[in-house]
């Protein structure tokens, strides 16, 4: 390698440098050719500082120089293209010399940006004809771009325009090139085909040289021919290439490829990211390299597979498909390779030792030792169906450990298909179901051979059903297909008759024998024998939403739980365990759409996999785990005192959901749930559903009467919020009713100065404020005010609801005139909030405006005209700690 360096006198001179000797350090130009470029043969001449060329020759070396570099390489004149032995062994050397540069100038003569007199001076002009700089478009620039780690470019004045990373996104969109190859991935990481296209659209001046100047990008060294023409040198790169990607004495090792023992995967729909991953973990120089697809039974690991060994079937010598789902299938699969083996290399394998064998250990032995042979290092082994793996622990008989049917020898590429993500082998990749909808319709068009999905909206609501899982697109697209049926019956029979529905669906090639009503059961039965408490927290879940199931909502301590459930919620590491074995096999996830809380994170299940457990894990309808589901999430709804209680109501509602479907349709026995009716009643009207708020409610009336009876302060309870409900909904005779039927029954249990009696007459109050019966309003605030004075000293919980009346009392006078008495009222209200609650809060800052407002109006004498109504005062201001009006005052029952 030649490399030049400037000389005392400020000319150039060139030194040879041999292997192990050329310097650390050297800059390196990137440039496009001109007419009247300084050869190596003018620079020995001394004939060089009259070409056009020259001014590049010296930019680079001053650039270098001011980079603190000595030497630097220029190919127009560092190379003796005359000497073709040299010019062949440079071409096959430069991407590795661009590689090794310090640095590298891209000089670009048809980019302008002149030198401005602000060292700030923005100059964006130039980017435009950056962007179409004939450099990029030129094929030898291609490595020059790619090789080095810094490359600087510059205009046609010599002005730096930026850097291969500041330029990054220009120059990403302008090549196609991705921004991890610019920042240095390794090029095996990028298909052939990838890297092919990187150079499609760029010409070179020689026509063999669109060949030659991607030896580089694919590691390759082969003779240059130049009288031979582009295509036979492009055939030749393309050989090369091969060899290099199926290993040296590729023929001694080819097998043809066959799937034909494998699944039918006509209805695969791409999934280009998992391709892309599994293709960049397999790619390599021949090592071992291993990908283990982990996931949900029915989610498509097999149909990955080998999609993606027709796709990459050139890439390998040899492709063998092995199923792993108990020893003795697997053993049979290594007898037909040896027999594959054996037609096409009878001196490796004679068939007489394949077909006399009678030990199948001999003939795993045998295949094992010719995949272990050198230079067979290109072939891919997929061993599918690996769903009872031999792990730590594992006590199962019929379990399998793979390594003992892997070859000893470190190279090879492999593939395994696993319900467990416990088997860590190599690179990891979970599948998860299909995230655009547009390829479940896909699926659901092609096997239905139906088409205009996209438009259909039932086709549309049953993929959306389905979410994404490919086993279920496809059982509905073969029963669709072999009836009569619309998209919308269809889905109505999976809700309705979901067991039937699955037994009789036709059979599917591409998952042999399997369906949905089967499909998981392999799984079941593994969990049961792990950890019988995953087993009945997975029927149990069939009774709430299949979303967001997390520990505290399980743990409630009722001492009439099931001894099971105390079991699985004694602690965090019970539970953990239990829920890590349903994970393991692939059948929860830790739920993606878990809210914002205080409480741990929860887990989900597919929809699928929830309807699974609903129709064949829960065959007859459970009344008893019915009722539990209730009853547990009846007793999370947070309490008045709780932290931050909206953020466990937003969580609870999907699975309130799934309480209210069952108990409407009658799936629920009612005796003893009363209380967690009444809890959510709460829940559903903080969050201002009010309708099935009412039914709630109703419905722990009916309980409590019935265990209680009329007056007990439970009943009454429910009483007082159904007022509140019927208050909110406009229903002001149902709420009248209901207030006046909780006060009567609060005086006569607790007395009439008791704080629950006086939240009644409170709610009273406003309930005749809203109707226009200020003196009846009057009444009632100046009663409930009274009675809570009175027990502010023995209890401080009386305060802020002393302080919300006084409140309401105040804007009462307020709207009869009586300005000297409201503004007395609000003025002690305020005082009272500014010490209980602080004077940022938005009632304290309520009240102050609405002293001002008072203020300014009397001394204006405009106290006339509409005032702002009271009960939007009260609703928009007066509201507790939990953000609900101060007349809903409600209580969790515990």
Not at 24 to 40: D, M, P, Q
Not at 264 to 289: C, Q
């Amino acid at each position: 390698m030649r490399l030049l360096q400037y000389n005392n006198d400020g000319d150039f001179s060139l030194t040879e440098f041999f292997e192990g000797d050329i310097p650390k350090k050297y800059a390196i130009l990137s440039h496009r050719w001109g007419e009247e470029e300084v050869t190596f043969k003018d620079l020995t001449d001394g004939k060089s500082k009259g070409k056009a060329g020259y001014s590049k020759i010296q930019f680079c070396g001053e650039q270098a120089r001011r980079d603190g570099l000595q030497y630097f390489w220029v190919d127009t004149c560092c190379i003796d293209k005359s000497n073709a032995v040299e010019l062949q062994e440079a071409i096959n050397s430069m991407f590795r010399w661009y590689r090794d540069a310090t640095k590298c100038y891209v000089y670009l003569l048809d980019v302008s940006r002149p030198r401005t007199d602000s060292a700030d001076g923005p100059n964006e002009d130039w980017v435009s004809t950056f962007r179409k700089s004939a450099w990029f478009r030129r094929g030898w620039t291609l490595q020059e771009l790619i090789a080095p780690a810094s490359v600087d470019f510059f205009s046609e004045e010599g002005e730096l325009l930026g850097t291969k990373a500041s330029l990054e996104q220009d120059i990403c969109e302008i090549t196609g090139i991705p921004a991890r190859a610019l920042r240095g991935s390794p090029l095996s990481d990028f298909s052939v085909a990838e890297r092919m296209s990187w150079a499609a659209s760029r010409e070179t001046f020689r026509q063999e040289d669109k060949a030659y100047s991607l030896l580089g990008i694919f590691d390759i060294n082969m003779p240059l021919i130049y009288s031979e023409g582009k295509d036979k040198a492009t055939k030749r790169l393309q050989e090369e290439i091969d060899k290099a990607s199926r290993g040296f004495k590729r023929e001694d090792f080819s097998i043809p490829f066959s799937l034909y023992d494998v699944s039918d995967v006509e209805h695969f729909v791409a999934r280009t990211t998992e391709l892309t991953e599994i293709n960049k973990a397999l790619s390599g120089d021949g090592s071992r390299r291993t990908v283990v697809l982990h996931g949900l039974g029915g989610i498509g690991k097999t149909q990955l597979a080998a999609a993606y060994a027709k796709r990459h079937k050139d890439s390998y010598s040899a492709i063998f498909w092995l199923n792993i789902k108990d020893e003795d299938s697997l053993k049979q699969c290594f007898v037909k390779v040896a027999k594959h083996i054996s037609r096409q290399h009878p001196s490796a394998l004679p068939p007489g030792n394949v077909d006399t064998s009678e030990n199948l250990d001999e003939i795993v032995d045998m295949v094992k030792a010719w995949l272990s042979l050198p230079h067979n290092i290109r072939w891919l082994l997929i061993y599918d169906n690996y769903d009872n793996p031999k792990l730590p622990g594992t006590t199962d008989p019929m379990s399998i450990d793979v390594r003992k049917f892997l070859p000893e020898s470190y190279q090879g590429s492999i593939i395994i298909t696993t319900r467990s993500s416990e088997v860590r082998i190599g690179h990891s990749i979970q599948i998860r179901k299909l995230d655009d909808l547009r390829d479940s319709l896909e699926i659901l068009s092609t096997v239905s051979r139906r088409e205009g999905l996209v438009t259909d909206p039932d086709a549309v609501t049953l993929a959306k059903e389905l979410d994404g899982l490919p086993l279920a697109l496809t059982t509905a697209g073969a029963y669709l297909d072999q009836t009569a049926r619309s998209f919308s019956d269809y889905l109505r029979l999976y809700k309705e008759s979901w067991a039937r529905l699955m037994e009789t669906s036709p059979g599917l090639s591409s998952y042999e024998d399997r369906t949905l009503y089967s499909t998981w059961q392999i799984s079941f039965d593994s969990i049961k024998q792990r950890n019988p408490l995953s087993a009945d927290l997975l029927r149990l879940w069939a009774y709430f939403d299949n979303q967001d199931l997390w520990f505290e909502l399980l743990r409630h301590g009722d001492f009439e739980d099931p001894e099971w459930l105390r079991e699985l919620t004694k602690d965090e590491l019970s539970f953990d365990s239990a829920v890590r074995v349903l994970s393991n096999h692939g059948l929860v996830e830790v739920a993606t759409s878990s809210q914002e809380s205080l409480e741990s994170k929860g887990y989900s299940i597919h929809g699928c996999v929830h309807s699974w457990t609903i129709h064949a894990l829960n065959q007859a309808w459970d009344y008893d785990l019915a009722r539990l589901a209730v009853k547990v999430i009846g007793a999370h709804v947070p309490g008045k005192n709780d932290i931050q209680p909206w953020l466990i109501q937003r969580r609870l509602l999907q699975h309130a959901a799934r309480c209210s479907h069952m108990v409407a349709n009658s799936l629920v026995v009612d005796d003893g749930l009363a209380g967690e009716y009444h809890n959510l009643g709460n829940l559903y009207a903080d969050q201002g559903k009010l309708d099935l708020a009412e039914q709630m409610y109703q419905r722990a009336l009916l309980g409590y009467k019935k265990a209680w009876g009329p007056d007990h302060t439970s009943t009454l309870d429910t009483v007082n919020n159904l007022g509140n409900l019927y208050s909110d909904q406009g229903k002001l005779d149902l709420a009248e009713q209901m207030y006046r039927r909780a006060l009567l029954g609060r005086e006569k249990a607790w007395g009439p100065d008791h704080a629950s009696t006086l939240d009644t007459v409170n709610n009273l109050g406003n309930l005749y404020a809203d109707r226009g019966k200020l003196d009846l309003a009057k009444q009632m605030y100046q009663r409930a005010l009274l009675g809570r004075e009175k027990a502010l000293d023995a209890n401080s919980e009386i305060y802020l609801p002393a302080l919300n009346t006084m409140s309401g009392l105040a804007s009462l006078y307020e709207s009869q005139a009586d300005l000297p008495q409201a503004k007395l009222m609000y003025t002690e209200a305020l005082n009272g909030y500014t010490k209980a609650i602080g004077p940022e809060d938005s009632r304290s800052k309520r009240l102050r405006e609405r002293l001002l407002a008072l203020d300014s109006a009397t001394e204006n004498n405009t106290l006339g005209g509409e005032q702002e109504p009271l009960v939007k005062l009260l609703e928009g201001s007066l509201s507790d700690e939990r953000g609900r009006p101060a007349k809903s005052k409600r209580h969790k029952l515990l």
